[in-house]
RNA sequence: CGGGGUGUAGCAUAGUGGUAGUGUACGCGGUUUGGGACCGUGUGGUCCGGGUUCGAUUCCCGGCUCCCCGACCA
């Protein structure tokens, strides 16, 4: 991609009306705009992030079993209405809206009731069992108040998942499958080492839920850590029986600020029950299906990435989510043969299939550095005359700030480019 | 939803009951050209609705907006 294509700019100065790192960050750099209190357009950059995010998710999800689809956000409140969640006394997140043809719908802000009544036409045996479909959609919330930038709004995207197992023995194996896979996920987005699998309440059906929570300063939650047995837990979670249960003492913890980038619960047969889930077992006995929901915030990871990693110049994306992996800076375009040369190295690059943003534009080198900075690509590499005279490339390293001076060759090698 | 703030140009900000200023961004001309250059020049603005007043961006009332704290967050 071109930067002088590129229809978003950069911004020297922060918004006056955004106080969290995250959005400041990513609304100075062009990544996301903000439309209104808790609504934000994910730009280009911004989307490619998201999508790299998305593509780590799906690669874990599908790796245990998971089978995508996509649900409508409009929800039928008859079907809620049998769970009990339909009132906005039960549930006070609730955007409803009425149908010009009569009647009422609702935006969906979680979709057990809709993916159990879509499975009731698909499991009638423990045959069928166990499946675990999910998707990544638009969830939408009427929070009382929208805030930290892209960690709390009232539109986002979310990947769901939930698990329908004939037997608890079924649904536990998924369950700790897929806290694995939750690790995993967030190590690949470069939070693994902050990121705790927490003991949360866990409802009506099992001891504990478990949250994943990244500890940040910038967090709104508050944990309990204990690092060296790399042991959390939740506030609700304080209680010496489950301590003890646990094997920590309250006085081995210590509180720390966190953002929940996930959370996997245990749902038993709520729903399935309400719903008339069941299936036929092996005897010929008709049983409610055992459930559990998993979900993963993509915007609020990505937010939680920038607001862990970047530094003062900017963001910092680790290669997995960086919306590109190379920036090529060219300066002392105005001479020819360099931007000839600038421009070979790009489509070569480009060609080959690396991930490389140009910037092509006519500007200083000072603010090309700065944009590269503010932008965050892992990888700088800049095309100079000075640098074409010695036939080399300065390549920086965004994280740590090596620089290296690589000749086409060893450019080309390094990206993996034959 | 309770409390506190806020609203001036694309962005960031100053100021005033009587012609609204600066930085940045943007256009044009010129000098520059490896860390957000410089000179000249130009375009562009008072959240909405009432009220007070000869006159309101300023004062008053109402609304809305956005931010922060709290409550809430299955």
Known sequence: MRQSQLFTKTRKEAPADEVAKNAQLL???????????????????????????????????????????????????????????????????WFKSELKAGGVVGLGWTHEEVITNIMKQFIASYKDLPKFPYQIQK????????????????????????SFSATQEQHDAFYSACASAYMKVFERFGIGNETYQTFASGGAFSKFSHEFQTLAEAGEDVVYVNEEKGIAVNEEVLEVADLDELGVKREELEMRKSIEVGNIFSLGTKFSEALGLTFTDEQGVECPVIMGCYGIGPARSMGTIVDLLSDEKGIVWPESVAPYRVHLVGI???????????????????????????????????EKFADSDLLGIPYRVVASKRGKEEGKFEVVTRKTGEVRMLTEEELYADFGVN
Do not use: H
């Open 332 to 366: 002392n375009t105005d001479d020819t043969a360099v931007r000839d040369w600038t421009e070979g190295i790009y489509n070569n690059l480009k060609d080959a299939g690396v991930e490389i943003l140009f910037d092509d534009r006519d500007a200083r080198a000072g």
């Open 139 to 162: 969830k939408f919330r009427n929070e009382m108040r929208a805030k930290s930038g892209i960690m709390r709004t009232r539109e986002f995207d979310m990947k769901d998942l939930y």
């Open 27 to 93: 609304i100075r750099a062009g990544y996301i705009y903000k439309n209104m209190a808790g609504a934000y357009t994910f730009l280009p950059l911004g989307l490619r992030v998201l999508g790299k995010i998305n593509t780590i998710i799906r690669e874990e999800m599908d790796a245990i079993g998971g089978q995508e689809l996509t649900m409508p956000s409009l929800q039928d409140s008859e079907l809620w209405e049998k769970t009990g969640r339909w009132s906005d006394d039960a549930v006070d997140v």
